[in-house]
């Protein structure tokens, strides 16, 4: 069996947590869905919901807040950041960081590593299931990406044979 994933960065504001990816193995691709929804614009307005459909509707979505009634959001849409357009962003300046630092350091394979283009980015919330990979010395033994590693496989012996990573769920 053969496992399809990506990595992408988990980077710790804790000293005591090392930098990390998360390996995310990819769902099928039937399990991937875009829904597209037609604009209200080219409805005739017949089909328009009338004022008071509207302010039901627009209090049913309110209801769906996870914040009490009587606290104000933390997170509101309008000044939060997407995630989902943000984390890209952010992991192609970590691999530009990342390849920078293997050049400088003469880390040559990791850096033709990443230039394989083998990274796909997807965010967490999109992965089936996650694995998280440490990463303890800037020297890194890469896996082949078609390797099989089980769930329930350990990589203790590994991370002590190579000491430069080790995978858990």
């Known amino acids: ?23 995310n193995i990819l769902p099928f691709a039937e399990d991937v869905r ?41 997170l509101q849409p309008d000044f939060t950041p997407n995630p989902a357009s943000e984390e890209p962003k952010q992991f192609n300046d970590f691999l530009h960081q990342l390849c920078k630092f293997c050049l400088q350091n003469d880390l040559r394979s990791f850096c033709d590593f990443l230039a394989t283009k083998v990274f796909t ?33 350990s990589f203790g012996s590994y991370a002590k044979a190579h000491k430069s990573f080790f995978l858990h769920e």
């Open 121 to 153: 980015l997807i965010s967490k919330t999109e992965a089936a299931n996650t694995y998280q990979i440490f990463l303890h010395h800037a020297s890194l033994d890469i896996v082949e990406t078609n390797s099989f590693f089980p769930p329930s496989y």
């Open 34 to 74: 875009e829904l597209k929804f037609p604009s209200f614009s080219n409805l005739p307005a017949s089909l328009l919901p009338d004022e008071e459909q509207q302010e039901a509707a627009n209090k049913f979505v309110k209801m769906l807040d996870l914040a009490p009634s009587d606290r104000k959001e933390m």
């Open 1 to 23: 069996m053969l496992l399809w994933g990506v990595l992408t960065p988990n980077v710790s504001d804790n000293d005591h947590v090392p930098y990390s990816f998360y390996f």
